[in-house]
């Protein structure tokens, strides 16, 4: 079959491709979704596209489909790379990319249609669940196979961090949709909105990130030309990922009746968590000591090196916010919003696409398509993430002072509104760089036929 044909890379070029459509897909949804917080009644109510149902197509089209297709797709040309030993099987890895991608289109169309379960960031009904299961199950045998017959007898951290993410994020899936109840995908009472919140915080932690920083530790060391500052320090900051952050999503419900002793281990948890990026920050950022303009020159370091940025800013306000004193102001509201966008967006999402413009090459055995081009999306979604941030914190930081001193949250909408404009005019920048980076990497895979040269 033409789907399943073996060819070299083939797997991660599949998932590239599918990464790029999926974050057209995913901004154009969040865009459709910043227009109805402006004007409500603009689309005429469409029902496969009001609020309630657009949010969390662009969430789970972002999350899984962006980001995650061009994670795992990194992934599959990490581990045969670095222990030096082709890919164990490009078909499956094929038949992995087509699940993936099935489940994504499934769970959008189920969505729109008004089938969800109650779960932020997993409102993908239970067939949807069973076919990501079957993908990551795939993803992970087919690598696992690959690393058995490595040639490479050192597995350096990035490998590590890829079968770390595979095992974190099918445990979490797993739990976090409650696949055992196929009918609600939840238990019942207290117990359920933990059960939530362990997967809600877990799928940017324990997918997104370890995926993330495996791209990282990887990228950084071969654009700067030096070896990487320690191992040891990169082995912390794993053990201490995997040890901390599988207990601190209860800091979403502080507000909720859940048990004081769960509440504690949350907080000091989320403020434990500096001991985890701190490793991994200083030490990427000391290998890249002196080296920057190395990291600048090449496309997709500058990706990463951006993403880096982001991560120390995501948790340093992550600890912070899961402090009482301060979701007193920030709960609830679009600091949360903008939290979130810089966890998945700025920085996993930066660093994907980093990933990206780093292997394309080395994949297809020629440079990019545009160089300037790929410039263009990074500025486009650096200058749109950095506008996210800023717009979504002012609005939170009124909304959530606002309702402090006793207004009432219809009486707070005019005063953010003005912000939810300049948020639909920052998601243009955003938008344009997916579809710029469509362009891009399509022509880096297919556009050469007459074998010319790339700017």
Request: proline letters at 5%; a positive charge; hydrophobic letters at 50%.
């Amino acid at each position: 079959m033409e789907l399943l044909r073996e060819e070299p890379h083939g797997t991660t070029k599949a998932f590239y491709l599918s990464s790029a459509v999926w974050m057209v897909f995913g901004t154009l949804a969040g865009f459709t979704g910043a227009v109805q917080l402006i004007a409500p009644e603009l689309l005429g109510n469409i029902p496969w596209i009001v609020f309630g149902r657009i949010r969390p197509i662009h969430t789970n089209a972002v999350i899984f489909g962006f980001v995650g297709s061009a994670l795992i797709g990194s992934a599959h040309y990490l581990v045969p790379t670095l222990v030096r030993t082709p890919l164990y099987s490009e078909r499956l890895g094929k038949i992995t990319v087509w699940l993936w991608n099935l489940a994504v289109v499934l769970g959008t169309l189920t969505l729109s249609l008004g089938f969800s379960q109650n779960r932020e960031y997993a409102e993908w009904i239970w067939p949807v669940d069973v076919i990501v299961m079957a993908s990551l199950g795939l993803g992970f045998y087919n690598l696992l196979q690959t690393v058995k017959r490595r040639e490479e007898e050192i597995l350096y951290v990035s490998v590590w961090y890829i079968f770390g993410a595979f095992v974190f994020t099918a445990f979490i899936y797993f739990f976090g949709n409650a696949m055992w109840n196929p009918f609600t995908g939840s238990i019942t009472g207290i117990p359920d909105g933990i059960l939530a919140w362990f997967y809600g915080h877990g799928v940017v932690g324990l997918f997104l990130t370890p995926f993330a920083v495996a791209i990282a530790y990887y990228i950084i060391p071969i654009t700067c030309r030096a070896p990487l500052y320690s191992h040891s320090l990169s082995l912390l900051g794993f053990w201490s990922l995997l040890m901390i952050y599988t207990h601190i999503g209860t800091h979403h419900i502080l507000q909720a009746p859940t048990p004081t002793w769960l509440k504690v281990i949350a907080i000091t948890g989320s403020i434990a968590m500096l001991v985890p990026v701190a490793a991994v920050l200083i030490n990427l950022w000391l290998t890249m000591r002196g080296r920057i303009p190395y990291i600048l020159g090449d496309t997709g370091g500058k990706f990463v090196l951006a993403g880096t940025v982001w991560y120390l800013l995501t948790c340093i306000q992550g600890p912070l916010q899961a402090l009482p004193v301060v979701q007193r102001i920030t709960h609830f509201n679009n600091w949360v919003v903008a939290h979130a966008h810089m966890g998945v967006l700025g920085f996993s999402g930066i660093i994907a696409l980093g990933g990206i413009y780093f292997i394309l090459p080395r994949i297809t055995g020629r440079p990019l398509h545009s160089k300037f081009l790929a410039d263009m999306q990074y500025w486009l979604v650096l200058l749109g993430m950095s506008g996210f941030f800023t717009v979504l914190t002012a609005a939170g930081l009124i909304q959530g002072h606002g309702w402090l001193n006793g207004e009432t949250v219809y009486r707070m909408l005019p005063e953010i509104h003005p912000y939810m404009v300049l948020r639909l005019s920052v998601g243009i920048l955003i938008v344009s760089g997916a579809f710029i980076g469509l362009y891009n990497i399509y022509m880096s895979l297919y556009g050469f036929k007459t074998g010319r040269k790339a700017s």
